[in-house]
């Protein structure tokens, strides 16, 4: 079965995490993705983003690896006149071109539909920056932390009465990264129809702000700012949290009604499901603390493994695992998503696979490329011979 973004080609002026992480979906789908690094330097920072205990040789690393596989990769010069020449001839075929710049630089860079549109008027020009290109924090710079904190995620995430607290992950580079890629199908398949491209924003601030969600039309509605709770619970579902268990931790959502009897009676407690105090979701909310200190005890009975036993497929639950724990866990192992790519030293590295399935069809998974690795035969298959490539590259070019 074909992938269904084969045949497409993507540009993608990129470094770092989010904008890397947005086109390797694409690429995973089937896309070609071609990834444009800075001629003159040391190509995407990402490949230097090295953990201390890093075995990749120079120039490349895991933190790479996992933004940038079933790549292309050429270096660029984008500040040369040879180099906007090759970007223009690559954009003529091309379905879309990509970058997460600072937001004043796709301008200076050539890189918006109205610079692009001469050549292929249905390319699609998505850019990704910290706050967008049309406003007053254009050439701010900008990281996935600034804007957990400045979007109230600190605000909510952590123990109730603790310090403010980021969330483990970049979570904000990540979902962006994401927006960007449903802006790059979606500008894709619009100009397909239409014939004619455009550009498409996306900013670190707005997905964030984006990801408030209905929190963010309790504020705006009613006037409620929602905080930290206990035990990482649900501002107003119980029970939705992180409990005891004999060994450790379980985390329970019972977020609909029709859990809340199941519940009490898997763990021996039928009585509580009639109780008047726990009827409904009102109730148990008024009541929280006390369902805590009932489920602490009630809880404490067992291991987390042996309540996950009773619960499995009835009552919503997890373990509370660290990274390593979620990586080894046998249902993790038998999904098939974890891949092994060949990296361009020969080295092999695990890595956790793409999010999309297509049934019948094996995860692709060909490793990042090594920095210009593609150069040769893109160019002279834009129509460049060995003699111009080399002269460009001595003026600096490629």
Not at 80 to 92: F, P
Not at 113 to 118: G, M, N, R, S, V
Not at 221 to 236: I, Q
Request: charged share 20%; glycine share 12%; aromatic share 8%.
């Amino acid at each position: 079965m074909q992938r269904p973004l084969e045949g497409v080609r993507i540009i993608a002026v990129e470094q770092y995490g989010a904008g890397p992480h947005g086109t390797m979906q694409l690429a995973d789908l089937g896309a070609e993705v071609i990834k444009v690094e800075n001629a003159g330097d040391g190509g995407d920072v990402g490949r230097h983003v090295r953990h201390p205990n890093e075995t990749l040789p120079t120039g490349d690393s895991l933190f790479f690896q996992s933004f940038n596989r079933n790549k292309r990769s050429i270096k660029l010069n984008l500040k040369s006149a040879d180099g906007q020449e090759v970007l223009r001839k690559l954009a003529a075929g091309a379905g879309g071109v990509f970058n997460n710049l600072r937001g004043d630089l796709p301008d200076k860079l050539g890189l918006t539909y109205e610079d692009l549109k001469a050549v292929n008027p249905q390319i699609v020009c998505v850019h990704l920056s910290a706050y967008g290109r049309n406003n007053e924090r254009a050439a701010w710079p900008g990281y996935d932390y600034l804007m957990q904190a400045e979007c109230g995620y600190l605000s909510v995430t952590g123990e109730k009465g603790g310090p403010p607290s980021r969330m483990g992950l970049s979570i904000v580079d990540l979902s962006t990264g994401v927006q960007a890629a449903l802006a790059l199908a979606s500008g894709i398949l619009g100009a397909r129809a239409s014939g004619q491209g455009g550009d498409y924003d996306v900013s670190l601030y707005d997905t964030a702000m984006t990801n408030l969600c209905y929190v963010s039309a309790w504020h705006m509605t009613l006037g409620e700012t929602v905080g930290r709770e206990k035990r990482s619970a649900h501002p107003n579902l119980v029970p939705s949290q992180l409990y005891k268990t004999k060994d450790g931790w379980i985390f329970l959502m019972c977020n609909k009604e029709k859990f809340w009897p199941i519940l009490c009676d898997k763990i021996g407690r039928p009585e509580w499901g009639t109780d008047p105090r726990f009827k409904d979701f009102q109730a148990r909310l008024a009541n929280r603390d006390l369902i805590t200190d009932h489920l602490d005890e009630a809880l404490s009975e067992k291991t987390t493994d042996e309540w996950m036993a009773l619960f499995e497929g009835v009552v919503p639950g997890a373990p509370v695992y660290d990274v390593g724990q979620a990586l080894d866990s046998p249902f993790t192992q038998s999904t098939g998503q974890i891949v092994e790519l060949n990296t361009p030293s020969g080295m092999a590295v695990k890595a956790i696979g793409p999010a999309i399935r297509q049934p019948g069809v094996p995860p692709r998974a060909e490793a990042a490329p090594a920095i210009a690795a593609d150069q040769r035969d893109i160019l002279t298959g834009l129509g460049y011979t060995d003699a111009e490539i080399a002269e460009m590259e001595a003026a600096g070019a490629l």
